[in-house]
């Protein structure tokens, strides 16, 4: 019998432990009434350098598109500093540029360029994107414009010295592109351009020397695969076609390398046209490389349809 009061002395125990229970969950429901709202909080700004980071690391390796998605992911947050803001509008247009929507690269250019009128990055940008566009002349004013601020800007002179190729100025294009070189040492977007403005002069031993250079200094990525398809182009035209085919084919197979090759042979017998395409090169101008398969689907009678066309930004 002694057992029963026992147990309800310890039910009153059991069942105020229940109420406890339930009072600690509701004040962990609310986290003003817990006191949670005064411990520290995970700071913005460490999230913001994060994600900042993987643009940047996206972007080392060439993934262009994952860094267009985290800089619209910062740009989204609504937070960051007005100088982060900045930095992360300019990124978010210059991989726009890089991929090739250049109207839309313009327009975030532009509208930087309101609020932050001066501003060296989003001006180089904005001359980037309409050389890309083929408005030379407005590119040229602008980078004009850069170089009264900064003369030592490597992708401004970089730039102006295919600006030069295209008015046929070989050696006012390699002084530019020496210029750039000193800014940016070894730098394999300039070294491309010197080997296919030397390609342009039919220089094709130098001009293959500077793309060799160019390929072991770029990232193994898909910049070093365009400089690897430049030189292939290059080897094409000056008549080596072995070498072209084993260059060409680290990358390209079954119908797309043969097209390659075609039009690599139907260069070769045609400096003129030859020509055009190492400026198109230069300038990296989709539009006219798409109309190059076109015309070399005439004449090889094939698809014409290549997504690796031997084509590279000049600039990063």
């Known amino acids: 019998m002694r057992s029963i009061p026992r147990l309800i002395i310890l039910l009153p125990l059991v069942l105020g432990a229940c109420e406890t229970s339930n009072e600690t969950i509701r004040r962990w429901m609310n986290p003003k009434e817990a006191g949670f709202d005064t411990l520290p909080q995970p700071e913005v700004s460490g999230v913001n350098t994060t994600v900042e980071k993987q643009a940047t690391d996206a972007l080392a390796t060439g993934d262009i598109r994952r860094a267009a998605q985290f800089y619209e992911q910062l740009l989204g947050s609504d937070k960051g500093s007005e100088a982060e803001k900045l930095r992360w509008r300019i990124g978010l247009a210059d991989v726009l540029r890089r991929m090739g929507e250049n109207d839309a690269a313009l327009a975030g250019y532009e509208q930087i360029l309101k609020t932050s009128a001066g501003n060296l990055e989003a001006m180089e940008g904005k001359g980037l994107t309409l050389m890309a566009q083929g408005k030379s002349t407005d590119a040229g004013r602008m980078f004009s414009d850069i170089m009264k601020k900064d003369d030592k800007r490597w992708r401004t002179l970089n730039a102006l010295g295919i600006l030069f190729v295209t008015k046929n100025m070989i050696p006012e294009a390699m002084a530019y592109y020496t210029e750039a070189l000193k800014h940016s040492a070894d730098n394999p977007s300039v070294l491309n351009n010197v080997g296919l403005t030397q390609a342009v002069d039919h220089n094709y031993p130098r001009a293959m020397e500077a793309l060799e250079q160019a390929s072991r200094l770029a990232p193994a990525d898909e910049r070093r695969k365009q400089i690897d398809l430049n030189l292939a182009m290059v080897?094409?035209?000056?008549?080596?076609?072995?070498?072209?085919?084993?260059?060409?084919?680290?990358?390209?197979?079954?119908?797309?390398?043969?097209?390659?090759?075609?039009?690599?042979?139907?260069?070769?017998?045609?400096?003129?046209?030859?020509?055009?395409?190492?400026?198109?090169?230069?300038?990296?101008?989709?539009?006219?490389?798409?109309?190059?398969?076109?015309?070399?689907?005439?004449?090889?009678?094939?698809?014409?349809?290549?997504?690796?066309?031997p084509v590279m930004k000049s600039n990063d």
């Not at 035209?237 to 079954?254: F, H, P, Q, T, V």
């Open 235 to 309: 080897m094409g035209i000056s008549g080596n076609m072995e070498g072209a085919r084993d260059l060409a084919s680290k990358y390209l197979e079954g119908a797309a390398l043969e097209n390659n090759l075609g039009f690599y042979a139907h260069l070769a017998k045609d400096d003129s046209l030859a020509k055009t395409y190492l400026n198109m090169a230069l300038s990296h101008s989709p539009t006219y490389y798409e109309r190059a398969w076109n015309n070399l689907d005439i004449i090889s009678g094939g698809t014409g349809d290549s997504n690796d066309n």
